[in-house]
């Protein structure tokens, strides 16, 4: 099957390049209020799960152990930029456990997203360390999960560990799905990552938006997640980062985040729905232009909050000496 063309680049008037991809739209009872492409085929959802893996972190009881308000459930749902707002949260919070860095097992990485933060790092002579890694808020909310529960901190990341397996049984709980072994891979940050459809993803997300059809403990928290989230988005992401602005824009409204691969997951809890889409060829910039234009379309009629998602349904192209080349624009509008 071939999936739609959701995003076209243009230049000298002429579509140059496009991006296809599949986009599924759910309500908490299932419905799906608009499906486009191959939405019933499992896609590894990636970072786009990280609220998902964090549940167990505010349903064991550590995040109320260790004093965890919004900022650091922001962080724990994060693919963040490394910025030192970032970096200094993560270790406060394994302090609170009395942990440290040591016991991080995503690995170290350069920031990837931000010349200046690469640059100021550079700068320091400092090499980057376990908590520069995007997915360190994640994991340090594996690892107080861990602490608190009795469970042992090292290995966490293992699909064995106590903690791995109390997240796939939450994942097939919120998306009605069981994971199959072939949908089983590891992740960028060495962190099992499992692969489920868009529809059943969309439909997660909409449950967790609303609460329905949940547990009462589980309802709680994934609210309570959503929430600090919505309300620091710059601890779940960056500054200048795609997820940041279309939180701020939605203003408690939106929740919106983004997975390795071309994938983004979102939410509009007053209207009960979840949204999970992929760019088939893995580009960010093509899931960030095909949820901006299902955003419009959904959202569109609001006029205040509408015209400034439209403003994120295109994107000038230049070139480096500032003239305009073309555009990017989503087509699914």
């Keep these: 099957m071939n999936n739609p063309v959701l995003v076209e680049l243009t230049r000298g008037g002429m579509v140059e390049s496009v991006h296809r991809g599949s986009v599924a739209v759910v309500d908490a009872s299932g419905k799906s209020l608009l499906s486009l492409g191959e939405t019933e085929k499992p896609v590894f959802a990636r970072s786009a799960m990280k609220l998902i893996q964090a549940l167990p972190l505010v349903e064991s009881g550590a995040a109320d152990a260790y004093g965890f308000a919004n900022k650091e459930l922001s962080l724990a749902c994060a693919s963040h930029s490394s910025e030192a707002g970032h970096t200094q949260l993560a270790q406060k919070m394994l302090r609170a456990a009395r942990l440290d860095e040591p016991d991080l097992e995503c690995g170290a990485h350069w920031p990837l997203f931000g010349d200046r933060t690469r640059l100021e790092l550079a700068q320091s002579g400092a090499l980057p360390t376990a ?32 903690l791995q397996r109390d997240i796939v049984g939450t994942i097939e709980n919120v998306v009605s799905e069981k994971l199959l072994p072939d949908q089983c891979g590891v992740d960028g940050c060495s962190a099992p990552t499992f692969a489920a459809s868009l529809k059943g993803f969309a439909h997660g997300y909409a449950r967790l938006a ?124």
Excluded at 139 to 161: E, I
Excluded at 233 to 246: E, I, L, N, Q
Excluded at 265 to 294: C, F, Q, S, T, Y
């Design 131 to 162: 908590l520069h890694n995007n997915c360190s808020g994640k994991h340090t909310g594996f690892l107080c999960c861990a602490k608190h529960s009795g469970m042992k901190t090292s290995g966490y990341t293992r699909a064995d560990h106590a």
């Design 210 to 333: 609303t609460g329905v059809n949940l547990q009462l403990t589980r309802a709680s928290a994934a609210k309570r997640l959503m929430t600090a989230c919505m309300a620091e988005p710059w601890y779940m992401a960056g500054t200048d980062r795609f997820c940041t602005r279309v939180m701020e824009i939605g203003q408690g409204r939106i929740f919106a985040k983004v997975g390795a691969e071309g994938v983004y997951i979102a939410a509009i809890p007053e209207l009960g729905l979840g949204i999970a889409l992929k760019a088939d060829d893995g580009a960010e910039r093509a899931a960030e232009m095909m949820l901006a234009g299902v955003l419009q379309k959904l959202l569109g009629e609001d006029v205040a909050l509408g015209e400034k998602i439209s403003s994120l349904t295109h994107r000038d192209l230049r070139n480096w000496n500032g003239i305009l080349t073309g555009q990017m624009r989503a087509t699914v509008l």
